[in-house]
Nanobody
Framework: QVELVQSGGGLVQAGGSLRLSCTASGSILGIYEIGWDRQAPGKQRELVARIFSSGSTTYADSVKGRFTISRHNAENSVYLQMNSLKPEDTAVYYC????????????????WGSGTQVTVSS
């Protein structure tokens, strides 16, 4: 039905920048909420950022002022610009979507992408 296709990530030195992209493919009428989670080794998955259909955003305190989430509604895409990266940002980053609307009857889909590794060296 729906697939969240991620790109971006990689290895960067502390203080550097990376940009993550995610596109929802499939027959999509709209997306209520889309964003990014991350999971570092030995830690629980945590919310990084979300952007809602209204355009409002929310961020984890640890990334506020450094990360910026944006979306392109017509392309069903979401982006995460990550600046001033720190070693503690090292994690697998997952694109996540909630209530992707699939048809006129209210059918929705929610789920995650396959993840992309972000490694920040000190």
């Amino acid at each position: 039905q729906v697939e969240l296709v991620q790109s971006g990530g990689g290895l960067v030195q502390a203080g550097g920048s990376l940009r993550l992209s995610c596109t929802a493919s499939g027959s999509i009428l709209g997306i209520y909420e889309i964003g990014w989670d991350r999971q570092a080794p030995g830690k629980q998955r945590e919310l990084v950022a979300r952007i809602f259909s209204s355009g409002s955003t929310t961020y984890a305190d640890s990334v506020k002022g450094r990360f910026t989430i944006s979306r392109h509604n017509a392309e069903n895409s979401v982006y995460l610009q990550m600046n001033s990266l720190k070693p503690e940002d090292t994690a697998v980053y997952y694109c996540t979507a909630d209530r992707i609307r699939l048809d006129e009857y209210g059918t929705t889909w929610s789920g995650w992408g396959s993840g992309t590794q972000v490694t920040v060296s000190s």
